[in-house]
């Protein structure tokens, strides 16, 4: 399976501010994915993070607030723009592995917007 | 548009068995997944089913009904340990623009008492 890292593992931010996680995987993927999941609740994807042009954003998250950049197939970044108290959330990058049935999570990044 | 239902919360006895169920309407399905998830951590791999039938592995099995929309996820002699959320993820086809994202359902808390 994948190993995938995130970074930071969690941070407290101010209204306002932005923050970028990062993504990070042992090994090339072709998938890579942002899902977004708030207290108490499910996952949401918010993109999908292509390689080399631009993120494939789902209804209701735009470029704007949620830009991502994928420089190569091992890493990719979110940043969390403008925050405000209704994006904290932990944010969760995924992957997708080379066989149809793998589909893995990195640890999360647990955001507090104050 | 995709729908998919789960039970809120279930409660069961250690030692014995569950059955959480996972309804589904999508288009262009292309496998179903399952992710345990305890507090504060990331979901991670279960099962995956993308044939109708069962797949079996170890205390858990998974069932698939695809003329149905319609999975379990079983766990057999239940412990403590499996006290956590279960969700259920449903993978669209990507001839049908579905780009290999996984769409979740509400989840399962699943409390396992003595």
């Known amino acids: 399976s994948a190993v995938i890292s995130q970074k930071p593992s969690r941070d407290i931010c101010q209204r306002g501010t932005s923050l970028t996680i990062q993504c990070q995987v042992d090994?090339?993927?072709?998938?890579m994915f942002w899902y977004r999941q708030q207290p108490g609740q499910s996952l949401t994807l918010i993109a999908t993070?292509?390689?080399?042009?631009?993120?494939?954003?789902e209804s209701g998250f735009v470029i704007d607030k949620f830009p991502i950049s994928r420089p190569n197939l091992t890493f990719s970044t979110l940043t969390v723009s403008n925050m405000s108290p209704e994006d904290s959330s932990i944010y969760l990058c995924?992957?997708?592995?080379?066989?149809?049935?793998?589909?893995?999570f990195g640890p999360g990044t647990r955001l507090t917007v104050l | 548009g995709q729908n998919i239902d789960q039970p809120t919360e279930m409660t069961a006895t250690e030692g014995a068995i569950v059955q959480i169920n996972c309804t589904y309407q999508?288009?262009?399905?292309?496998?179903l997944f399952w992710y345990q998830q305890h507090a504060g951590e990331a979901p991670t791999f279960l099962s995956y089913n993308v044939l109708d039938g069962l797949e079996e592995k170890g205390r858990f099995s998974s069932f698939l009904s695809r003329s149905k929309g319609y999975s379990y996820l079983l766990l057999k002699e239940l412990q403590m340990k499996d006290s956590a959320s279960y969700l259920c993820?449903?993978?669209?086809?990507?001839?049908?623009?579905?780009?290999?994202?996984?769409?979740f359902g509400t989840g399962t808390q699943l409390k396992v008492e003595l």
């Open positions: 999508t288009s262009g399905f292309n496998g």
């Open positions: 090994s090339q993927v072709t998938m």
């Open positions: 993070a292509n390689q080399g042009s631009e993120a494939t954003y």
């Open positions: 995924s992957v997708g592995g080379v066989r149809p049935n793998e589909q893995f």
């Open positions: 993820a449903v993978r669209l086809h990507i001839l049908t623009g579905g780009g290999n994202k996984l769409t």
